[in-house]
């Protein structure tokens, strides 16, 4: 014990002295261990070695740059990642002024001339708790254009995924082979019949909707919003906002960290969800999936789906033992280590396994890939 304690002091002693200690005072640990310190340094080297006349971030020192904001938010989000809570909160703070980034917060008009995109939106979300009032407001405008652009790309084909089997009262706008009612059509034409030619003339054809006949299903969300799930939580509140306005399924959202937070009554409203996240903290899973435990009502009709990438910071036996009794009760489970375009999951892979074992999905998805993985549940 007194060795590891040693060790601990001798890398953040190693950690305040920054690499001009190389060689004179190295990390200590396992190969792990000393590769995190080292991510550690490299990241505080790229604040503070400015502070020496080292120009690291090649930033360029004007606010509302746009590369030196994207720039920023990477460097942010690793940091989110290596150190705890309060000192992400002082390195946060003394960041701005290094990364020209006091206008972006200040400055309504700066943030108003800034391309809406995925990347300015995940900034925003990062940095939001400290803007002021007005510039919040523009910041949620930013938010609502860039929420809308990727519900607009994704809501077709999770609506033809969980919308299920043809209607045949309702005509179809979509004229295709798939949707094509024969029976109308022959129905609708018989007056046309050609006695000379001993056919049908088709003057007019006849398509059909898809929809499914259905008991409403109830699909749990709960979104891990730590820092490095920040493209999954974004992913996350735009999916809840398309799965509130469908038929057959009703919606619960919660976000969770070390606590549980329902956004439920805003599930229809993913820019409301978004304002509503504190991106950092610790992860709590186990409390999570146990409060969506409770709003469950009818077990052989719920799908829980929990967005984490499965490092638990609380007891990991009670949190196998809760998903164990969900699963045997019926509901389905799924636990994506990552919900977005890209679908590249850095996540727990011991614990996933073990879920896994129980009957639980786990892995990536894209959002097309969930709705399509839930309508085959429900259907």
Not at 152 to 176: A, F, T, Y
Request: proline share 2%; aromatic share 8%.
């Amino acid at each position: 014990m007194a060795e590891n304690n040693h060790s601990e002091a001798l890398n953040k002693w190693r950690l305040i002295l920054g690499k001009n200690a190389e060689g004179h005072i190295d990390f200590n640990g396992s190969e792990n261990e000393t590769g995190l310190y080292e991510s550690m340094e490299s990241t505080l080297d790229y604040l503070y070695n400015m502070e020496y006349g080292d120009e690291v971030m090649h930033l360029e020192r004007h606010g509302g740059s746009g590369d030196s904001v994207l720039q920023a938010a990477e460097w942010i989000e690793k940091v989110r990642k290596l150190f705890p809570k309060r000192t992400v909160e002082i390195l946060e703070k003394q960041a701005l002024d290094h990364f020209g980034l006091t206008e972006l917060l200040t400055d309504k008009q700066v943030l108003s001339k800034m391309q809406p995109n995925m990347d300015l939106l995940k900034t925003v979300m990062q940095y939001k708790h400290l803007m002021k009032s007005d510039v919040l407001i523009e910041a949620k405008r930013i938010i609502q254009k860039v929420v809308d652009e990727l519900t607009e790309k994704i809501q077709s084909d999770i609506r033809k995924s969980l919308l299920g089997k043809l209607n045949r009262n309702m005509p179809s706008n979509v004229k295709s082979m798939r949707n094509l009612d024969i029976k109308k059509t022959i129905q609708r034409n018989l007056k046309n019949f050609d006695k000379d030619q001993n056919q049908i003339v088709l003057k007019n054809v006849y398509f059909s909707s898809r929809t499914k006949r259905y008991n409403k299903w109830r699909v749990i969300i709960a979104v891990d919003e730590s820092g490095s799930m920040l493209d999954s939580v974004i992913y996350s509140a735009v999916m809840a906002g398309i799965f509130a306005k469908l038929p057959m399924i009703e919606t619960k959202l919660v976000i969770f960290d070390t606590s549980v937070v329902d956004l439920s009554e805003y599930v229809d409203d993913p820019v409301e969800v978004l304002l509503g996240v504190q991106l950092g903290g610790g992860t709590d899973i186990n409390n999570a999936v146990s409060y969506c435990e409770t709003l469950c009502n009818n077990p052989y009709e719920t799908v829980y789906v929990v967005v984490t990438d499965l490092y638990e910071g609380s007891n990991l036996g009670y949190l196998l033992k809760t998903c164990s009794d969900i699963i045997s009760s019926g509901s389905k489970m799924i636990f994506l280590t990552a919900l977005d375009r890209d679908s590249n999951p850095a996540y727990d892979v011991n614990l996933g396994q073990k879920l896994a074992d129980m009957g639980a999905f786990v892995g990536a998805m894209t959002p097309e890939q969930l709705g399509d993985h839930i309508g085959k549940m429900i259907r």
